[in-house]
């Protein structure tokens, strides 16, 4: 056997290997490829119930933003608006630049004739970014200030004039920083009516006045928690809904 032969044999035995690893270090990974392929042949079959199983029990042990916009697909062919809203929505709390659940939302509530849920400014700011980036972005941003300022001192060095504004500016991105972290604290109160005619009622119970009845896919924010219902505000006004009604913004 030639020296090229046996190099070319050691290369495959060691991607061999290396393959063989990534498998045993990250088992969940084949077979979440296979829930995702299966919940995608399910839909081309136009069996959406079952694609819809499919892909909620991988957003539920994986969540990520393509499998939540095929979940949104697969629910609102089975005629379920509230919980294809909320599966996009939360695609685009993941990710901010998903060009399809952005487009799927559009559509979604022109035809249902529903509205976006109603932000703060700090709250629309926080959209910008996935909500990891804001925590990344305060602390390098912070740090970055400290250390222009400290590492000159400490080195005996003078400052010069582009540090002091670079400083000014990365401290200046870490404020910023601060409203995007709390935006999507506060996000996390808002969700999405679920089931068609839900009750909105004046007391926490089943026996409570129904003041109004709910549309899938209205947007809402849970103030408080009793028992087995949430407090929320809407747009239509304000009482207790069962929590089973209700899906929050924030994956789980």
């Given at each position: ?110 035809v249902a004739q529903l509205d976006a849920p109603q932000l703060k400014w700090f709250e629309a700011v926080s959209a910008w970014l996935p909500p990891n980036a804001w925590v990344w972005l305060a602390g ?113």
């Open positions: 056997m030639s020296p090229k032969s046996e190099a070319q044999k050691s290369v495959c035995v060691v991607l061999a290997i290396l393959v063989l690893l990534v498998c045993l270090l990250n088992p969940g990974r084949a077979a979440a490829t296979d829930t995702f392929t299966r919940g995608l042949e399910l839909s081309r079959a136009g069996q959406f119930p079952e694609a819809a199983a499919a892909f909620e029990q991988l957003a539920g042990a994986r969540p990520a933003a393509g499998t939540l916009v095929n979940l949104g697909l697969a629910d609102w062919q089975r005629g379920h608006a509230g919980p294809a809203i909320l599966a996009w929505e939360q695609a685009l709390w993941i990710d901010p630049f998903n060009a399809r659940a952005e487009a799927n939302l559009k559509f979604a509530r022109q390098a941003s912070l740090w970055l200030s400290l250390g222009l300022l400290i590492f000159p001192g400490i080195f005996r060095r003078r400052k010069t004039g582009w540090q002091q504004w670079l400083a000014a500016l990365a401290f200046g991105i870490f404020l910023f920083s601060l409203a995007g972290n709390f935006g999507v604290i506060s996000r996390t109160h808002t969700g999405f009516v679920l089931k068609k005619n839900a009750p909105l009622r004046l007391t926490p119970t089943q026996d409570g006045e129904v003041i109004t009845t709910l549309v899938p896919g209205e947007p809402a924010r849970a103030l408080r928690t009793r028992g087995h219902y949430l407090f929320i505000h809407t747009l239509a006004g304000s009482g207790w809904l069962e929590q089973d009604d209700f899906g929050p913004l924030c994956p789980r």
